[in-house]
């Protein structure tokens, strides 16, 4: 049985959509928004990795994505101290009034958002390599939200990136729905984040 599934490559960072034959996974391309699918070669040890991390979607789920990023002086190092340190992300995201993380800030961990005037926003951490990225998802009625923070070498200057992901079947729907809301705030954020982490 020939089936498509969607993998994120840990090394590369980039979401990818193989061919799964009969359980054995064969062709990868990259997914990028506003990009062609490019043929990637992949080993496939790290597709089986990803696949058990996360689970393999099949052709009935869709994606909806988008994402912003801002180049800067500062540090991986730097940003990471930052993102890891969630009790003071309120100092940098205006949108929150406090934030508290339950456990290290690792890959299994919550994080509690207070945003102000709203109810709170349970997340958990799916990814995070230090000092590239971090990958936090939350649930909501037919998709899954996945935001990927990532750092990206750009010569003498490092790129900060936001991604947002909304899968699963509602995606096609609840993505356009939901999915500006929640990426609204990245460029301000951003913003933010890069002012801090250069000071």
């Known amino acids: 049985m020939t089936q498509a599934a969607s993998v994120r490559h840990s090394d590369l960072g980039v979401l990818l959509h193989c061919t799964i034959v009969d359980g054995t996974p064969g062709q990868c391309a990259t997914s990028s928004p506003g ?9 496939r040890r790290i597709i089986f990795v990803e696949m058990n991390r996360i ?45 508290e993380l339950s456990g290290p ?7 509690t958002m207070f945003p102000h005037y709203q109810d709170p926003i349970e997340l958990r951490i799916a990814e995070a390599v230090e000092p590239k990225r971090f990958v936090d998802e939350a649930e909501f009625g037919g ?11 750009q010569g003498d200057r490092n790129r900060v990136v936001y991604a947002l992901e909304i899968t699963g079947s509602e ?12 990426s609204s705030d990245f ?3 951003l913003a933010a984040l890069i002012e801090r982490a250069e000071s």
């Open 55 to 99: 689970g393999w979607r099949g052709k009935e789920d869709t994606m909806w994505s988008t994402e912003h990023s801002v180049e800067t002086t500062a540090s991986p190092e730097a940003i990471w101290r930052l993102w890891s340190d969630v009790s003071r992300w309120p100092e940098w995201n205006g949108d929150l009034e406090r934030a």
């Open 187 to 189: 460029p301000e954020v």
């Open 143 to 153: 998709v899954v939200v996945r935001t990927i923070h990532r750092v990206e070498a």
């Open 171 to 182: 995606a096609d729907s609840l993505g356009p729905q939901i999915g500006p809301d929640i």
């Open 105 to 111: 800030f690792a890959a299994g961990s919550r994080i």
């Open 35 to 43: 990009h062609v699918p490019t043929p990637v070669v992949v080993p």
